[in-house]
């Protein structure tokens, strides 16, 4: 039952007391305001529809993106997340996790659109999903319902459907084997496989078996581990490779900002326009099925989990398909 106590001149306090339900408190400065909440809750335990909302109250966004950072951020490998933890912080850190609901994070919706990709727009809402969730569900803050489910996001932007024309590939490999072997060797290599540049960047000679004619990729965008298979060109082209002692197979690079530059500077060099290194994952999986690989295969190579990803990279030409139909 509900019991209300006056506490100084200007507060109420109510508990409410329920066998098999831990005691319930919250202090008012009208006493009628005390009643009616105590009743409600009564009720609510009655029904088996309590919520308590008091952890919600005192925890803020701040807090849980101080946890996400401390015990999910180190087994991501996204570069987006710390950008977008900081930029949700900035907005929202202050607000406890109950308090924010879901006009608030559609006037940042619209705020954002103004300076930022609907990309990155969709991320950072994406995220901040999560942290309700896992709030809820793993973190023992109890969260009546995730703001961010009635929230639309900006729709996604059309992908990029750009394929190497006539020429272009032969101009392109001519101008990384002026830059180095280096360039020219993971070039090929991408077109074959389909890997990511980061991917490719992390592979290791250890991870190489060139009797099984296979290559694995760790800490890859999707979070699972990838066998990938190697081409006769993509042996070559690794073969055609001095060792180094650091281990990795594309070891000139340290990370895709400094291969970007390369990168540029050789298309600038075969007089290629609007490529980039990304577009060669396109192609390769184009190429896959032109090759005869059904989705499933081309999938188990690419690394994508769902068909609807794998078709938004398949670019197939109609020329090539009108052959086809004969």
């Known amino acids: 039952?509900?019991?209300?106590?006056?506490?100084?001149?200007?507060?109420?306090?109510?508990?409410?007391?329920?066998?098999?339900?831990?005691?319930?408190?919250?202090?008012?400065?009208?006493?009628?305001?005390?009643?009616?909440?105590?009743k409600e809750t009564e009720i609510?335990?009655?029904?088996g529809l309590f919520f308590d909302r008091s952890v919600g109250e005192r925890t803020t966004l701040s807090g849980l993106i101080e946890r996400y950072r401390?015990?999910?951020?180190?087994?991501?490998?996204?570069?987006?997340?710390?950008?977008?933890?900081?930029?949700?912080?900035?907005?929202?850190?202050k607000y406890a996790v109950s308090g924010i609901t879901s006009e608030m994070i559609a006037d940042h919706r619209n705020a954002r659109l103004k300076t930022v990709s609907a990309s990155t727009i969709r991320k950072e809402i994406?995220?901040?999903?999560?942290?309700?969730?896992?709030?809820?569900?793993?973190?023992?803050?109890?969260?009546?319902?995730?703001?961010?489910a009635m929230v639309s996001r900006p729709a996604e932007p059309k992908g990029r459907d750009r394929r190497l024309e006539e020429g272009e590939e032969a101009?392109?490999?001519?101008?990384?084997?002026?830059?180095?072997i280096e360039l020219e060797a993971i070039v090929q290599v991408a077109l074959e496989t389909g890997a990511r540049l980061g991917?490719?960047?992390?592979?290791?000679?250890?991870?190489?078996?060139?009797?099984?004619?296979?290559?694995?990729?760790?800490?890859?965008?999707?979070?699972?581990?990838?066998?990938?298979?190697?081409?006769?060109?993509?042996?070559?082209?690794?073969?055609?490779?001095?060792?180094?002692?650091?281990?990795?197979v594309f070891w000139r690079w340290s990370a895709s900002d400094s291969?970007?530059?390369?990168?540029?500077?050789?298309?600038?060099?075969?007089?290629?326009?609007?490529?980039?290194?990304?577009?060669?994952?396109?192609?390769?999986?184009?190429?896959l099925f032109e090759k005869g690989l059904n989705p499933m295969e081309a999938a188990s190579v690419?690394?994508?989990?769902t068909l609807a990803m794998l078709k938004r990279y398949t670019h197939l030409r109609a020329e090539d398909l009108a052959k086809k139909l004969g």
Request: charged fraction near 25%.
């Open 259 to 287: 291969f970007n530059k390369t990168w540029t500077r050789a298309c600038t060099r075969a007089g290629i326009e609007d490529l980039r290194f990304h577009d060669l994952r396109h192609e390769a999986v184009s190429r």
């Open 1 to 38: 039952m509900a019991t209300i106590t006056k506490r100084g001149d200007l507060q109420w306090q109510v508990k409410v007391r329920t066998k098999g339900h831990p005691t319930q408190s919250r202090t008012f400065t009208l006493r009628a305001d005390a009643e009616r909440w105590g």
């Open 70 to 93: 401390e015990d999910v951020l180190p087994m991501k490998s996204g570069k987006h997340l710390a950008p977008a933890l900081n930029q949700l912080d900035a907005v929202f850190g």
């Open 199 to 248: 991917e490719l960047l992390k592979l290791r000679w250890k991870d190489v078996n060139l009797a099984k004619c296979t290559g694995k990729l760790f800490d890859t965008k999707n979070g699972e581990d990838r066998m990938i298979p190697l081409s006769s060109t993509a042996l070559e082209a690794l073969k055609s490779l001095p060792r180094h002692i650091g281990g990795r």
């Open 171 to 180: 101009a392109l490999l001519q101008a990384c084997r002026q830059s180095s």
């Open 126 to 148: 994406n995220l901040l999903s999560k942290l309700f969730d896992l709030a809820g569900k793993e973190w023992g803050i109890p969260i009546a319902a995730n703001p961010c």
């Open 44 to 47: 609510a335990i009655e029904r």
């Open 302 to 305: 690419s690394g994508h989990k």
